[in-house]
């Protein structure tokens, strides 16, 4: 594949931005996005800017140090976070931080997403921890991130949103999609109160396919329970799957879906019926 040149990756960077400003993965001036140009230097989303409406003159150059080279505008308050991860994992071209509603909802709830639920999930992500909280902007963030980059294409921020990592501007993006879809049907399994979690048995076969489909991962997975006796998220994709002899797929107790929320269909027109009032009568006040 031929190399890009560095306009047609500043076009790549205004692409992905905008998918993410349209699908609601950032709103205001959230996110940040960035690339390798080559192996000193970095492109780079400015700060303070909306992410669905840049243009290809806005990027920062850095050196991956942090210093600005070139660019009209200051680069990304969270570049440290960035920085950490091409440290850290010298294949990786492309990093992608967003807020996706619903995984960051997962992560305000502090609930990973590491069942063994979707084949394609445990195929391509593994799984996706929950990096500990840190403060937004400062050098806690590249600390917090560190334990886990080695091990994971893709993760949650707790209380913050999610970051992804790829060989290229898109495909990192493609993760975030993931991780959102991932997060959405989640939701749905616990609102329904149930939830059938593919088996550890399969969970090693589907690792196996990894070979076959030619994915790249960081690490093994270590389904739940199987995980040498040192594994942690920096060496091992820690995935729940429980083991069974025969069945594939094992339906998991009620109880274990902590945060689960269910209504009736009458309870949840009710909501938002008492919704739409306050907001009419909030309009008229």
Known sequence: MPQRSEQQLREDIVEVG????????????????????????????????????????????????????????????EMQMHLEVYRQRPEVQAVVHAHPPIATGFAVAGIPLDRAVLAEVVTTLGSVTIAEYATPSTRELPEAVRKYVKAHDGMLLANHGALTMGADVFAA??????IEHFAKISLVTRQLGRENLLS???????????????????????????????????????????????????????????????LSYRELTALIEDAVKALLGGQHG
């Open 18 to 77: 905008r998918r993410l400003y349209a699908r609601g993965y950032t709103a205001s001036n959230d996110g940040n996005i960035s690339l390798r140009l080559d192996a000193a230097r970095l492109l780079m989303t400015p700060t303070s800017v909306c992410k669905g409406f840049m243009s290809t003159d806005m990027m920062c150059i850095t050196d991956l140090d942090g210093k600005k080279i070139a660019g009209d505008r200051n680069p990304s308050s």
């Open 173 to 178: 993006y493609y993760k975030m999609e993931t």
């Open 200 to 262: 550890r048995e399969e969970v090693h076969r589907l690792q196996e396919l990894r070979g076959n489909y030619g994915i790249k991962a960081p690490a093994p997975i270590c389904a739940d329970g199987s995980e040498p006796a040192n594994a942690d998220q920096a060496s091992c994709q820690i995935v729940e799957a429980p083991s069974s002899r025969g069945a594939r797929l094992i339906p998991t107790d009620p109880a274990d879906l902590d945060g689960e929320i269910r």
